[in-house]
């Protein structure tokens, strides 16, 4: 081949936007380009010689490896969204392309990667799912999420057999609160009451924020109503100091209801309406 055309090709490889990594069929780097040393901060002195593993977070190294060259011999391309690990230890996202290298013979001696980095596409894509998903004045589930769980909580418990409980938690005269206070005041008054009721329940449970001042808990795996009456108390417990907020003491009380599935119903509806029911039979 033309060595002009050589170098020419050697030049373009380096000045590639992309980040290039050829491997041996051992995963060790055999060359590197510039794209890879600003995507990765390796320089190429450094780069080759090194398992690539490096350039991988270590809980993902050894699956991504194996998984990229078997796939490569076999089907002659792999391609995915895999995490990657920068030389300062910061963790970022890729998207990589590999293919095999073959020589005169046919005989495959590695694979080429080509990676783009997609760190800032992924953590959109993660805000969004976030804003989506989440309260954003108390960060917990909103009700999008929460009918989303209640539903594969229901479809879970009636396979297993099991119960569960859902709590409809309401802030008492909390109109008069916003009307005196103000809604900036009645904010903050859902954010501590928020962090309380999170520090009260499992971590295989659910607080979410159903609307204005009322949250839904739900309560998986539980035996009885017992259970729930318990965990009521907790909660009721936790409320029971005042709340400091803009350096004003506010006592808070909240009303709870209670619906137990299946007993009080199968349906996300039901339970829901049994629970706020009984809420509004607490306060009276």
Not at 14 to 22: E, R
Not at 68 to 87: A, F, P
Not at 162 to 176: E, V
Request: proline letters at 2%.
């Amino acid at each position: 081949m033309n060595i002009d055309l050589l170098k020419q090709r050697q030049k373009a490889f380096d000045y590639l936007f992309d980040a290039v990594v050829v491997t041996d069929l051992n995963g060790i780097i055999i060359d590197w380009n510039k794209g890879s040393q600003a995507l990765y901060g390796y320089s190429k002195e450094q780069a080759i010689g090194q398992p690539v593993n490096i350039l991988h977070v270590p809980e993902d190294s050894v699956d991504i490896t194996t998984e990229v060259i078997s796939t490569v011999e076999q089907e002659g391309k792999w391609s995915g969204e895999i995490r990657m690990l920068h030389q300062d230890g910061h963790i970022g996202w890729v998207e990589s392309m590999c293919v095999p290298i073959y020589d005169d013979n046919g005989q495959m001696l590695g694979a080429l990667g080509i990676n783009r980095n997609i760190t800032e596409r992924k953590n959109e894509t993660a805000r969004l799912e976030h804003l989506a998903h989440y309260d954003q004045l108390t960060n917990v589930p909103n009700r999008y999420l929460l009918l989303d769980r209640l539903t594969h909580l229901i479809t879970q418990s009636l396979r297993n057999e099991s119960r569960f409980a859902l709590l409809f938690i309401d802030i008492d005269k909390f109109k008069h609160i916003n009307d005196t206070k103000g809604h900036i005041f009645g904010d903050q008054v859902l954010i501590e009451l928020a962090l309380r009721l999170k520090s009260s329940i499992r971590n295989s449970d659910t607080l979410a924020r159903f609307g204005g001042d009322e949250f839904i808990i739900l309560l998986e795996n539980i035996s009885d109503i017992k259970d729930a009456s318990t965990m009521t108390e907790t909660l009721f417990k936790a409320l029971k100091n005042e709340f400091l907020v803009d350096d004003a003491m506010i006592k808070i009380r909240c009303s709870i209801g209670i619906a137990i599935f299946p007993d009080d119903g199968i349906t996300t509806d039901r339970l829901i309406t049994t629970a706020d029911r009984a809420m509004y039979e607490a306060k009276d």
